[in-house]
């Protein structure tokens, strides 16, 4: 059992039922999509072979490619007891092995193409996490450099990789891409065919209920985009629906090289991009919260490794955690430990400033000093980031990354002390509660909240961006906005 587990987990396994996929060709019909070919690349037992052939009256040829042969015998054996499916091929193929150069080439109609499918629902770290190999050689092909790859944003979904391989297929052809997928994925694919200059004519994503199809906890979509190479490209604005009955939907579309969930949200309030008046910044990544963080009990501070600890408040902060933020929660008595007034100072001063502090560190320096990202690396000891003179002003705005809400917290010292974040909480500090007030004020506006919606994909694990908000030059908002706070 755990066998196939790890198989379907590596594999990101999720057969299409039979019905999802039947769905899926009656919508690119009639979308007008009428393919001389189809392509399904990795087809399983082959749900949307069948479903094509039926849909598809007038189709040439069928391709189905699977790397699992017992699905293969599968689908044979389905396609065994259809009538009129000569014209249907069956192969086993690795996606990331195969000639796929030879086999377009080799297809004897030169007509319209269509890729159609489902491919593998999993990321390329889940696979290192399993040990799987199914997946393409290892390069940043989305470009992340710096800090940004090394804290995981060059982990990329197995889909994306193998859905731009598939762009490139259409670059001198006329054809389509009907493909279910995850809608994080559909919006980054959508991206980088910019990017790459593909030849689209449009696209369309229509929602699908992953739960009720694949028992899969996530959003997902049936992604359409038509290309034809001689119509050159006409740009990138895409509709989405709410499901494959809706008839009207919402235009989505890149504006500047950021993607905007909804245009005419943000059309109408573009007056307030441009450069929010402060840098939203996270806060505190230590990665040693057993060791960083405390709470304050009768016994006194204990640590998460169930110690209890006397060292002097010197660099001991209050602290709220992104969960308080997105709760609105009052503050737990939590505190933290802050090594450094500003990213890269020494911590020397530690020795003689907190003596009881520094011999805390030493104690534990086993756990920081295997702290595994690579950021920690040629730095001082037991060094922290996300801090600066910011960190310490003591009136703050605060807004929790991984909540689904735009709530934004104003937050003031606690026992004269400025608060701090862990580094799910994207924050804009102040010296005064007026000033934090009006700014609360205008981020609080409708046009504001409005704009921010149109930029905020709420499906995504961490829909609120810093680079989002560093966009929404707030002060801009209407003069009423601050007298009001003043009155």
């Not at 594999?11 to 999802?20: A, I, N, S, V």
């Not at 809608?183 to 030849?199: D, M, P, S, Y």
Request: charged residues 20%; glycine residues 8%.
């Amino acid at each position: 059992m755990k066998d196939e587990q790890k198989r379907r987990a590596e594999f990101g396994d999720f057969q299409t039922p039979d019905e999802l996929a039947h769905a899926c060709c009656l919508k690119l019909a009639s979308l007008g999509i009428s393919p001389d070919i189809i392509i399904e690349p990795t087809c399983g037992v082959g749900a949307f072979v069948i479903a094509a052939n039926t849909v598809f009256p007038r189709v040439k040829e069928i391709f189905g490619y699977e790397l699992n042969s017992e699905y293969l015998a599968l689908l044979g054996s389905r396609l065994s007891g259809i009538a009129g499916t000569d014209h249907v091929h069956i192969a086993q193929a690795d996606f990331f092995d195969n000639n796929w150069g030879e086999c377009l080439a080799a297809t004897k109609t030169k007509g319209n193409l269509l890729i159609l499918g489902n491919f593998p629902w999993v990321t390329s770290s889940q696979q290192g996490t399993i040990g799987g190999t199914n997946l393409p050689t290892k390069s940043n092909f989305q470009g992340h450099s710096g800090l940004d790859a090394m804290t995981g944003k060059a982990n990329f979904d197995i889909s994306e990789w193998m859905l731009l391989r598939v762009i490139a297929w259409l670059r001198q052809r006329t054809g389509a891409i009907g493909m279910l997928v995850k809608t994080t994925v559909a919006r980054k694919v959508l991206v980088q065919a910019q990017q790459q200059r593909a030849n689209v004519v449009d696209a369309f994503m229509f929602n699908i209920d992953a739960k009720k199809n694949f028992d899969a906890a996530v959003d997902a979509c049936l992604l359409v985009i038509r290309f034809d190479p001689s119509a050159g490209n006409c740009g990138f604005d895409y509709t989405v629906f709410k499901d494959m009955n809706t008839t009207q939907g919402t235009r989505v579309g890149h504006r500047d090289g950021r993607t905007v969930g909804n245009l005419d949200a943000f059309d109408a309030t573009i007056h307030l991009v441009g450069k929010s008046p402060q840098k939203w910044r996270s806060g505190v990544k230590h990665d040693a919260a057993a060791v960083m963080e405390f709470t304050r009990t009768p016994a006194g501070l204990l640590n998460g490794l169930n110690e209890v600890v006397t060292i002097e408040d010197t660099y001991l902060f209050p602290l709220l955690k992104g969960s308080d933020i997105g709760s609105n929660k009052e503050w737990r008595q939590k505190f933290t430990l802050v090594t450094q007034r500003s990213v890269g100072m020494s911590t020397e001063s530690i020795k003689t400033l907190a003596p009881r502090t520094w011999q805390y560190l030493i104690n534990h320096a086993a756990q920081l000093d295997a702290r595994a990202s690579s950021i920690y690396a040629n730095t001082a000891r037991f060094a922290v980031f996300g801090i600066g003179d910011y960190a310490y002003r003591h009136w703050k705005l605060a807004i929790c990354a991984l909540y689904k809400k735009l709530e934004f917290r104003l937050i003031g010292p606690i026992e004269g002390r400025p608060v701090m974040f862990d580094d799910t909480v994207y924050y804009i500090s102040f010296d005064s509660r007026d000033e934090a007030e009006i700014a609360l004020a205008q981020l609080n506006s409708d046009d504001i909240r409005r704009l921010l919606n149109s930029m905020i994909f709420w499906d995504e694990k961490r829909p609120i961006k810093t680079a989002i908000l560093n966009l929404v030059d707030f002060e801009k908002v209407s003069g009423t906005v601050r007298q009001a706070c003043l009155i």
